[in-house]
């Protein structure tokens, strides 16, 4: 025995668990769905099955095989093959075609190669751009790979937005087309694109048409179009009418602070498009803030007359000075003195004052009831997508019946007519149902802020702070009952309308009185108003 044979016990051990033998797996990736047509997966897995061949390297899995982008490593099939690498523990190599695809993040891809190398002993090999990074050159080759597939991303990025900014300033969309309009000429380039508004861009004319016109509530407007046969979102209305697309204008994020006409055909005029949205907007809108009245009347439009439900104006008599809320409309001619009418809206919102001690325990019960309200609401998603799931399963299959010819044109289009609507209005329900708890607690805090003293905020606010606070307190507006000189509420936004149910009920705790089982529930109204929708504006 050699005199250093007896120093063995003092080597420092090697503690990772390294791969023993040859295996070895395959990841493939590309971008696009489109680079699947060229064979280019195909073409990557073929290759690397050759180098694992002339490397005698013994392939057990294959990953990727799909189009992902590399431009974070957040990626489903990726992040596949990490798990499986660190659950197996028997891989010594990855095998891609080139580091690129492996990953196109830079630093943060190397350092995931780095870390693989490091502690689990996998090395990252690229078919094309052979290297050993086991070595100090090597590891700096593959870095310097990762760096430079970032780069060029980036360049592509540039290239890609300078390219999309000149189409805009040419009057093209060269992204998503909206709503409404059709590229018959699809296939082209995107400077050839032309733009023909299809039988949906008619029922939102007819929209425009209706809001402009009749000054029609969006929910009502909704209401009219699926009598004609045209279903749609209420939100997604509100988008529409807000995109100066529709009357031939092009804004974009591409091009900040600047307006394009576009090469499209307009669906409506620029005045009726001004005009929707000075009404769907006036509490904002930079004419009515400036006019000389508006500070005066902040319940302008807000305020509807009961008996034909149009928006109430105002005027001025001049000599007096006094203001006056008006119904134009030639059955009415009902007036109101301002004054008196902002006294009877500020003793509606006196009645939502919450004490400072009840506070606390108010935002306690509102944050369990919105809760349970929104796991219920994701039971009723939940079911109502299942039966979505089995309507088009249906269809599916009364198509395929139709296809055998086992039951004539006739039966086909009556059942699948019925089918599909009622899928439709389950689609709709499921759409109108969309909950976010995530700013609960912040929509909560400021309700209560507002709560501490509604009438003084209301009072001390200028014309915008004015109108923004009465419409999320009461979202559809108030009514002037004439004949009985009352103010009446429609919809009271459920957060304040909850807030007020819990307050009284505290109150009468404190005074001794009992307390009704389910006092908080969801089908308990506020006393002295309308029962609101089940469905929270916050």
């Known amino acids: 025995m050699s005199d250093l044979e007896l120093f063995k016990s003092f080597i420092a051990k090697d503690k990772r668990k390294l791969p023993q033998g040859n295996n070895a797996i395959i990841y493939t990736r590309v971008s696009h769905s489109s680079q699947e047509d060229n064979t280019s997966l195909e073409s990557q897995k073929k290759y690397c099955e050759l180098f694992a061949q002339r490397k005698g390297l013994d392939v057990v899995a294959y990953f990727g095989g799909t189009y992902e982008s590399a431009k974070t490593d957040d990626r489903k099939e990726f992040n596949r093959m990490l798990a499986y690498l660190k659950k197996t523990k028997t891989i010594s190599t990855i095998i891609v075609y080139s580091y690129e695809r492996f990953s196109r993040s830079g630093m943060h891809g190397a350092q995931i190669a780095e870390d693989l190398l490091k502690l689990n002993g996998i090395v990252t090999l690229a078919v094309t751009q052979e290297l050993d990074p086991t070595t100090a050159s090597g590891s700096f080759q593959q870095q310097i790979f990762f760096l430079f597939s970032k780069m060029d991303n980036e360049l592509r990025k540039d290239k890609t937005i300078t390219g999309m900014t000149e189409l805009v300033r040419k009057g093209v969309i060269p992204y998503t087309i909206p709503r409404g309009y059709t590229n018959i000429n699809k296939g082209a380039r995107a400077i050839d694109q032309k733009l023909e508004i299809n039988d949906e861009g008619k029922f939102l004319k007819k929209a ?73 907007n006036e509490k904002v809108s930079p004419n009515s803030i400036r006019s000389n009245d508006s500070e005066s009347l902040p319940l302008k439009r807000f305020l509807k007359c009961s008996v034909c439900n149009e ?210 529930s969801f089908g308990v109204t506020a006393e002295g108003f309308k029962p609101p929708t089940l469905r929270a504006e916050i």
């Open 208 to 280: 425009f048409e209706m809001k402009h016109d009749f000054n029609y509530s969006d929910a009502l407007i909704v209401k009219k179009l699926k009598l004609l046969g045209y279903t749609i979102d209420p939100r997604r209305l509100g988008a529409v009418y807000k995109n100066p697309f529709y009357c031939g204008i092009i804004v974009s994020k591409l091009i900040p602070n600047e307006i394009i006409t576009g090469k499209h055909k307009a669906l409506i005029s620029k005045n009726i498009f001004l005009s929707v949205n000075n009404i769907k």
């Open 311 to 520: 928006s109430l104006t105002g005027f001025i008599v001049k000599n007096k000075n006094i203001f006056y809320y008006k119904c134009r409309t030639n059955t009415c001619h009902s007036t109101k003195n301002a004054s008196i009418m902002h006294q009877k809206f500020e003793e509606i919102i006196k009645e939502f004052t919450i004490d400072e001690d009840l506070v606390e325990i108010i935002k306690v019960k509102i944050k369990e009831l919105f809760q349970s309200k929104f796991e219920n609401k994701i039971e009723e998603n939940s079911l109502t997508k299942r039966k979505i799931k089995e309507l088009e399963n249906k269809i599916n299959l009364i198509e395929e019946r139709f296809v055998l010819g086992e039951i004539d044109k006739d039966l086909f289009s009556k059942f699948t007519k019925k089918l599909k609507l009622e899928k439709e209005e389950l689609e709709q329900q499921l759409s109108n149902s969309k909950i976010n708890s995530s700013n609960l607690e912040k929509c909560i805090n400021f309700a209560l802020k507002i709560c501490k003293n509604p009438t003084k905020i209301w009072s001390s606010g200028n014309l915008e702070q004015r109108v923004k606070f009465q419409t999320l307190m009461f979202p559809e507006g108030i009514k002037y009952d004439k004949k009985n000189d009352v103010v009446q509420t429609t919809r009271i936004n459920e957060l304040f309308s909850k807030m007020l149910d819990i307050s009284r009920v505290l109150k009468d705790i404190k005074k001794g009185e009992s307390i009704i089982k389910n006092q908080f």
